[in-house]
């Protein structure tokens, strides 16, 4: 600004010498503070979201794919861990912050406060604008709106829609008028994010009846390995072994698997020249398991591909009876 009296110009640079001495100072802590809280708050917002997506995959499964996914061997397990910690981390950082506004309300003025609130408050509302382009072009592009599809849409308008206007309420001051109000969204949070993660444990099982699921994976593994050898063996002997223990190959590095929680052999039965059975003992009914793709001897199944045999199964012991026929196992000729 021109100013043509030195006198005047004297006067204006006080005036802007106070009013910039009258702005609060951002200190290391106010920094720490709202940078700990931010970088929480967007970590857990994705952990969340994630959380949420897994959880709907899951009871929505894609129809296409015919096998089960351990959901804990996945992201599940890291995005439940993150939700835990850092829920708590943002609301205690939050806690800290407004208990600091309280005793010196001009903290609120700080360049790292407003900068954060207003970055949190158009990432929101750039996510609500770009969810709602994503949902309008599938709609438009005659695409199918699945319950997967439309459920994850929902779910991301309103956890931007609630950081929205959760931000933008703090930008006009409305939390510093009503703190009570700001303890009941604190406590609502943490419900919220206490009660996602105690659900998936109704969605997805607890991680030990996950691991019996794993464990019946691997005994079906087993067996899918073992039928090989058993038709790889009538192949190349024109007869079914006596025992398991026939199978045993020192020169080609093999050993019968047993159960990998037991330590226990298998059950094989010899039922005739072309019959035989797989035993063994589950710890849960299959689900998504059912059917699996049983690879044939390289370059001696006349289909020159896999195909599928049930290894659906319930609780408890279960057998599944195989015929080789010879026309697609032929013997090899010595």
């Not at 015919?66 to 959901?71: E, I, K, L, S, T």
């Not at 996945?74 to 829920?87: D, G, Q």
């Not at 024109?238 to 298998?266: F, I, K, M, R, W």
Request: with cysteine; proline share 6%; hydrophobic share 45%.
């Amino acid at each position: 600004m021109y100013v043509d009296n030195p006198k005047n110009a004297i006067l204006w640079a006080l005036v802007n010498n106070s009013l910039y001495m009258d702005r609060p100072r951002t200190t290391p802590n106010d920094f720490f503070l709202w940078a700990g809280a931010l970088v929480s708050l967007y970590a857990g917002v994705v952990a969340f979201l994630a959380l949420i997506f897994d959880y709907i995959n899951y009871t929505f499964p894609d129809t296409a794919l015919n096998y089960y996914v351990d959901p804990y061997q996945s992201s599940v397990a890291y995005e439940m861990a993150s939700l835990i910690v850092l829920a708590p981390v943002f609301l205690l950082l939050m806690r800290v912050v407004r208990r600091a506004i309280a005793a010196d309300p001009s903290r609120n003025e700080v360049w790292v406060r407003r900068w954060g609130l207003f970055l949190t408050v158009f990432l929101a509302g750039a996510t609500i604008v770009v969810d709602l382009i994503v949902l309008l072009t599938t709609f438009l592009q005659g695409e199918e709106l699945s319950v997967r599809f439309l459920l994850k849409v929902l779910v991301v308008l309103l956890v931007a829609g609630a950081g929205f206007m959760h931000f933008l309420a703090d930008l006009w001051g409305y939390w510093q008028k009503n703190p009570s109000y700001a303890r009941y969204v604190n406590w609502a949070t943490g419900l919220l994010v206490l009660l996602t993660v105690v659900s998936g444990f109704f969605i997805i099982g607890s991680p030990q009846s996950q691991r019996v699921y794993r464990i019946d994976q691997q005994r079906v593994s087993d067996l899918q390995n073992i039928q090989w050898q058993i038709v790889s063996y009538w192949q190349r002997k024109q007869a079914l072994p006596s025992t398991l223990a026939d199978l045993n190959d020192p020169l080609a590095n093999y050993t019968v698997p047993v159960d990998p929680q037991t330590g226990e052999a298998y059950v094989y039965k010899r039922n005739s020249p072309l019959d035989f059975g797989l035993c063994t003992t589950f710890g849960a009914a299959s689900r998504g398991q059912d059917m699996m793709t049983i690879p044939e001897p390289a370059g001696l199944s006349k289909t020159g591909g896999g195909r599928s045999d049930s290894w659906q199964h319930g609780i408890g012991q279960v057998c599944f009876d195989r015929t080789i026929d010879p026309q697609l196992y032929p013997p090899i000729k010595q």
